[in-house]
């Protein structure tokens, strides 16, 4: 079906024709009309899936022209200051031959540009929790014009202890409103917002919650801890990557990973949350642009955040949260590219990657890398009886990029 069948505003169309999406996608499609048609809508499709336009689309043509009203019609709320960036500017793509005014605010950042903006008058607010509800106190910005409510990524503003603020800032907001929330999970709490905070909502589910992204192959290379550099290294100088995003646990261990990156001559910026905002745009800028072909970040940059044309994500530190899993590799093969995932594992990781297993129910093959000088780790004996925890599988014998998944013959390096 086009989008011209979904009851979009013809400048909404206009806008989508210049963006050259030939066709709607899955959640594009189901959402839509709902949301045209007034309905609360949650949306459980992972990302990369085409979702900020599934709600952007529709409001965008609900609002119309710009409202001599000073206060906002339509918030969105994002979990961190990057995606909210990113959601303002996929507004203001689809916005292009729209008249409507469109505003950005978060933290790290200061007050003035916010507050010109906010005086003058604004018919959509794209906003992280922390500094809305800075405003909201100052009563720099009033929410009582709030028709639409978006609550993107959900389960990551609760990781991050926003929830409270969420509901401080829903509490503002008219209780006659379309409400639209999205989140990879439901888990209690979410359920228990959806149920106070919206009215008969229709669920959307695009393929399975719990799976990666069918475009995205992913493998495991298990390696001695004290290889783990040695093997990324070998993995950038053997894999045909454009770009690609490294996933570090910790900020230390980044800024670490960056360091011995840029040493081995990599165009490497950094992306975590003890980097001041320039800094964030500054690297977001620089790897979007091309100048820095390997973007190491810890999960911060983990979710939502649209990088077009990553083709590989590497997990140097397995996630400890299985849904940061799907999150990370959700990274490449985004919209309708393909892409490659690897994540390295040592023998303290077995438990993690078995929760991961679990939760995409997949047994993710083991691949060793040729011409590398493997150290012995027991992770080698996966296939034997007694093998560590951790193994749920035997992998089958398959080549993948260069490397080889392990097979009895070839255990024992
Ligand atoms: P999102 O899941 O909203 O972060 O979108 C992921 C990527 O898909 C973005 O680069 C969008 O520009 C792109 N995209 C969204 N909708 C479509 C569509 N209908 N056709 C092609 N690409 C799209």
């Given amino acids: 079906m086009p989008f011209s069948k979904l009851g ?13 999406y030939a066709a709607p996608t899955p959640i594009q499609l ?88 906010l ?28 028709e639409f409510l978006v609550l993107d990524e959900a389960d990551r503003m609760l990781d991050m202890g926003f929830l409270p603020d969420v509901r401080r800032i829903v509490e503002r907001c008219p209780r006659a409103r379309h409400t639209a929330l999205f989140s990879a999970t439901i888990p209690p709490q979410i359920e228990t917002l959806i149920n106070w905070a919206m009215r008969n909502p229709e669920t959307i589910e695009i393929g399975a919650r719990r799976s990666p992204a069918e475009t995205v192959k992913h493998v495991i290379y298990p390696v001695a801890d004290s290889q783990k550099i040695d093997l990324l290294l070998k993995l950038l100088d053997s894999v045909k990557y454009e770009s690609v995003i490294v996933f570090c646990r910790t900020k230390h261990g980044a800024d670490r990973v960056a360091q011995l990156l840029k040493r081995n001559n990599h165009a490497v910026c950094v992306l975590h949350s003890n980097r001041t905002q320039r800094e964030r745009e500054q690297a977001l800028r620089g790897f979007r642009d091309g100048r820095f072909e390997v973007l190491v970040a810890t999960d911060i940059a983990a979710r939502g955040l649209d990088i077009a044309d990553v083709s590989h994500v590497i997990n140097y530190d397995v996630p400890q949260h299985p849904e940061d899993y799907i999150h990370r590799i959700g990274r490449t093969g985004r919209a ?20 991961i297993e679990r939760f995409i ?29 951790g193994f749920p599988g035997r992998a089958r014998a398959v080549r993948v990029h260069g490397g080889y998944h392990f097979g009895p013959a070839r255990r024992r390096r």
């Fill in 8 to 20: 979009l505003a013809p400048a909404v169309l206009e806008g989508v024709k210049a963006m050259g």
């Fill in 30 to 117: 189901r959402a839509i009309p709902l949301i045209v048609a007034g309905r609360d809508v949650i949306g459980s499709a992972q990302t990369g899936t085409g979702k900020t336009a599934a709600f952007a689309l529709p409001i965008l043509s609900k609002l119309g022209a710009h409202s001599a009203e000073k206060s906002p019609r339509a918030l969105i709320l994002e979990p961190t200051r990057e995606l909210a960036a990113q959601v303002e500017t996929s507004f203001r793509d689809y916005a292009r031959f729209v008249n409507l005014k469109i505003t950005v605010i978060f933290g790290g950042v200061g007050y003035g540009r916010q507050n010109d903006s």
């Fill in 119 to 146: 005086r003058t008058g604004t018919d959509i607010i794209v906003a992280t929790p922390g500094r809305l509800l800075d405003h909201l106190e100052q009563g720099t910005v009033k929410l009582d014009k709030v």
């Fill in 336 to 355: 309708e590219a393909t892409g490659d995932a690897f994540t390295i594992m040592t023998a303290e990781d077995g438990s993690h990657v078995f929760a």
């Fill in 361 to 389: 129910s997949q047994k993710i093959p083991r691949v060793k890398l040729e011409n590398f000088d493997y150290k012995y780790t027991a992770l080698f004996e996966e296939n034997k009886p007694g093998r560590p925890a």
